[in-house]
């Protein structure tokens, strides 16, 4: 594992709370245990439609982005995840680095085991990571 990686992607989780889709797309990552999933399943996982998808992958890319210290290339949503073209569609796959973070982070971890209603719930106002 990367130790750059991990330090930046603990930057970009605590320097602003993390909104209740990003913790939850976290979520369905993290559950997919290292498996590819497809940008439709991660819609229906986090319980979006699947056109919200790019809003909430573009605010994640500027959340990262807008974080001091990232730079090409771990910048974007490739600092926490890869992504490739299967059949047409966009699959995701969690990178090792961010399950570490989330692992080694409770407030996260907890919040990552709750249920995709208990998260909207619970983290309206976001999820302040120290």
């Known amino acids: 594992m990367e130790k750059n990686r991990i330090r930046l992607i603990q930057k970009v989780i605590s320097r602003i709370p993390l909104s209740p889709a990003q ?52 910048d974007g949503i490739g600092l926490l995840m890869i992504w490739e073209t299967y059949h047409g569609e ?14 080694n982070n409770p407030a996260l971890h907890d919040a990552i085991k709750q249920s995709v209603e208990e998260i909207y719930d619970n983290y309206a106002d976001g999820l302040t990571i120290h």
Do not use: C, D
């Open 23 to 74: 913790i939850a797309l976290f979520k369905a990552l993290y559950e997919t245990n290292n498996h590819w999933i497809s940008i439709y399943e991660l819609a229906y996982r986090i319980k979006v439609e699947e056109e919200s998808m790019g809003g909430i992958l573009g605010a994640l890319g500027n959340r990262i982005n807008q974080t001091e210290g990232i730079a090409p290339p771990l």
């Open 90 to 103: 966009l699959h995701y796959k969690l990178l090792p680095e961010l399950e570490a973070v989330i692992n």
